[in-house]
């Protein structure tokens, strides 16, 4: 069974920390995925990457980063989280160019404080 | 202003009637089309698609229908079961690339024994 695991399933910071969202994916996808799940917002696309070491900017990056330095992990860091950060982060992968199937982890909720 | 609209929070339904889930767009060069179905502490899991060059797609109870013209797509689920309860996602997009997908708020759907 395919598996992506996000590390963490609550998180609790204070503002100004640098925070660490863990991601890894079994499936030896290409593409993975950091997203962010507001109520009445949907899902919104924040980084993804498409190879290891490459990334490419989604829809709200502001106040994020990734690193991928191996294919089946993906990392998003809030370099200094912030109580708008407050969010359900939710880490996706898919295989190939017309990878319209996303394969989601479980979310990682996480509060600033 | 949302590209992807699903106007309704939440639906009831009773178990063994049908299930309608209603997604409305403003993009006109949206052409590939997702739901996804997400269960509480679970990430979303695709459902079920549908591109433009078709007006109807089947998967078992599910179907979705497309009106290109309205921009509008909707999910049927017949019959309805309890363990059909969950958020729906609609999601869109003008190519097959994962990370140009558009999601919607999504839409709670409880089925009632």
């Known amino acids: 069974d395919v598996k992506v695991t996000q590390s963490s399933r609550y998180l609790v910071k204070r503002t100004g920390e640098k925070v660490f969202l863990e991601c890894v994916q079994d499936?030896?996808?290409?593409?993975m995925f950091w997203y962010r799940q507001d109520p009445g917002l949907g899902l919104r696309l924040i980084y993804f990457?498409?190879?290891?070491?490459?990334?490419e900017k989604g829809d709200i990056p502001e106040g994020y980063s990734v690193s991928r330095e191996k294919k089946e992990r993906f990392s998003l860091i809030l370099e200094s989280a912030s109580t708008n950060q407050t969010s359900m982060y939710l880490c996706?992968?898919?295989?190939?160019?017309?990878?319209?199937?996303?394969?989601f982890g479980s979310g990682t909720q996480l509060s600033v404080l | 202003d949302q590209q992807v609209k699903q106007n309704s929070p939440s639906l009831s339904v009773q178990e063994g009637r049908i299930s309608i889930l209603n997604c409305d767009y403003t993009n006109s060069m949206f052409d590939y089309f997702l739901w996804y179905k997400k269960y509480p502490a679970e990430g979303p899991t695709f459902l079920i698609s549908i591109s433009s060059i078709k007006d109807k797609n089947e998967d078992g109870r599910f179907t979705v229908f497309l009106n290109k013209s309205a921009k509008h797509l909707s999910l049927h689920i017949v019959p309805s079961q309890p363990g059909d309860s969950a958020v729906y996602f609609c999601a869109a997009s003008a190519n097959n690339y994962g990370q140009n997908f558009v999601f919607g708020p999504g839409t709670r759907l409880s089925v009632l024994p």
């Open positions: 499936m030896d996808h290409e593409n």
């Open positions: 990457s498409y190879d290891v070491k490459m990334k």
């Open positions: 996706a992968s898919s295989q190939g160019t017309t990878n319209e199937k996303l394969f």
